[in-house]
């Protein structure tokens, strides 16, 4: 059916931490905080923004120090980013991935309490040169964390895309990774993982889904509120949200490769589950989607038909899907039809409207903000527990 076959195009974005470990006592929402715009409040304003709308987890894409020295003794957690452009001689040098971390992230502990490190972002989408390397550069990360005594309070992680399952990833209990990373890449990170009690990270946009093909899922399916819902026909759940399809197809993709002693989900039961980090998910408020290569930036036109308007890019939508993702995280209403107790960690992207992102004024990727780089409000939301209104 077509809504199978769009599905395995955005599923693959559902790579999630089946493993032997915890990273949170408890759900947590945070936010992204980007700063690709030249007009954004300066950081010690955007701590204070943070704190006065009860945001207490932030996901960084570098080490700025500003941004690092802002938060400090805020009891802000912190992930930051080592970017890929470092991963390479992160992987081909202990002494330089000791270095790093010694000036990225030691220097600023304990004041800034940084609790995650990501090594790359998005490797198999935006670096595929980089996949060999990639672990090779984390497991000298966490070497340099060890011997600095770091390695209990920071873990160290890599967020996947859309790219990591194979085709044909729906229904969810047929999902697998893909050939070329599965026994390479995926295998042995999920060991090196569950040995260093850390966590995969996955950045999943059902948005994406519906503007890729919107005449294969309905608009409230991607919300999260399809009724009557589509079933899976070989496990017999229901999905009633993409989001919820995206997360057990990662758990199944997992419990395929991994060996029985690492399949430590139980259906109906919490024990050796993890809480879920979803390091990004969204929905911009307006604009359109490009669904080519991105042309340079100093390129003076894209292809028309490479990019497509797009309706669900709304004030509307954006403040239901992100309200829907924030209120399941503080309800406690965070499992799946297939694990029910299983905890979500996300990070909603992203904190502010990013004038420098994207490839010019009308694409989305500069909408997915919470707020307008003044600090108002793109539409209400709640990160304290109450449903915005």
Known sequence: MRLARFLIFFLGAALAPLLLFSCADASEVGVNYGRLGNDLLDPE????LLMDNGITMVRMYDTNSTVLNAMANTGIKVMV???NGNIADAARSRSYALDWVRRNVAAYLPDTEINGLAVGNEVFEQAKNLTSKLLPAMINVQAALAKLGLDDAVKVTTPVAFDALREP???????RFRDDIAQSVMKPMLQFLQQT????????YPFLALAKEPQNITLEFALGSYEPG???????????SLL????????????NLTEPHMQTMASGSNAGQTDTVWTETGWPSRGQVNLGKKPPRDAETSSKADTIECPPA???NA???NNYVINRVLSGDTGTPRYPYIDMDVYIFALFNENEKGDGADDAERYFGLFYPDGTKVYDFDFQGTDAK
């Open 319 to 321: 403040k239901a899907y």
């Open 169 to 175: 990833s729906f229904p969810p209990s047929g999902a």
């Open 81 to 83: 980013m080592m970017p």
């Open 314 to 316: 709304t004030v509307a």
């Open 197 to 204: 009690g850390s966590y995969l990270t996955i950045n999943p």
């Open 230 to 240: 589509v079933p899976d026909p070989n496990s017999g759940h229901v999905y009633h």
């Open 244 to 255: 919820d399809a995206m997360r057990d197809a990662t758990f199944f993709a997992i419990e």
């Open 45 to 48: 304003s955007v701590v204070q």
